[in-house]
């Protein structure tokens, strides 16, 4: 089984400073990882993914996250906030063997205060 | 390209009725995945369908159901609402191919009443 745990429902940074949301996951084998990004009222839009090959990943909006085998971490985060980017973070893991079958952590609310 | 379609945005629905959500999936993609997302339960795996296959299933009741045409449009169908099933239904298209990404659709907020 799977699942994944995101650390503080909320945070709250001021603009310009650094940005972490942290993701711990559990699971036999190493999964795929994604970071989504949620805004009111919408869908979820794909930050970054994992799924072999280096383990920094960058992904749009200047967010990067680095896969930890042996923390069984993959945290978000980019140097510096802007207020656009505040909204709710999903962590996500999915099986290497049931690939379109995520499963999400409880989600990260990020607000920037200016 | 057109992005994942999802009709109505919103519904206002009855204890005990039924309830029908649609998903187009972007064109060429053929896995459609739903999920449920509400403040207490977060984001839960729902079904996957893929070439009309249901291929994977969440730990959901069988008031919820779903289905896929040949064109990859899918359907996901609640029957007997309950309070409790209001909430956001998302939809997620993907290639079948592996290290590929889903892309989700915005959503149809349910309401039961």
């Known amino acids: 089984a799977q699942s994944v745990t995101q650390l503080g429902s909320h945070v709250s940074v001021s603009e310009g400073a650094l940005v972490l949301l942290r993701c711990n996951y559990s699971?036999?084998?190493?999964?795929?990882l994604f970071w989504y990004v949620q805004y009111p009222n919408q869908g979820l839009q794909l930050l970054l993914k994992y799924t072999t090959g280096a383990t920094l990943v960058k992904g749009i909006n200047g967010f990067e996250a680095e896969f930890k085998k042996s923390e069984t971490s993959f945290h978000l985060t980019k140097p510096s906030a802007h207020m656009s980017d505040a909204a709710e973070y999903f962590c996500a893991v999915s099986a290497r063997d049931n690939f379109n079958k995520f499963y999400f952590g409880s989600g990260t609310k990020l607000n920037v205060k200016p | 390209k057109a992005g994942v379609t999802q009709t109505p945005r919103y519904l206002i629905k009855t204890r005990g009725q039924q309830v029908t959500l649609s998903c187009s999936p972007i064109s060429g993609h053929r896995s459609v995945s739903w999920y449920q997302q509400t403040p207490g339960q977060g984001l839960q795996f729902l079904f996957e369908y893929f070439s009309e296959t249901q291929r994977n299933k969440g730990n959901f009741p069988g008031r919820f159901s779903g289905r896929q045409f040949s064109n990859s449009r899918s359907e996901m169908n609640v029957s007997t609402l309950e309070l409790g099933d209001s909430a956001l239904y998302l939809c997620a298209s993907s290639l079948v191919e592996m290290n590929t990404e889903a892309f989700f659709g915005q959503g149809t907020r349910l309401t039961v009443v």
């Open positions: 699971s036999s084998v190493p999964p795929y």
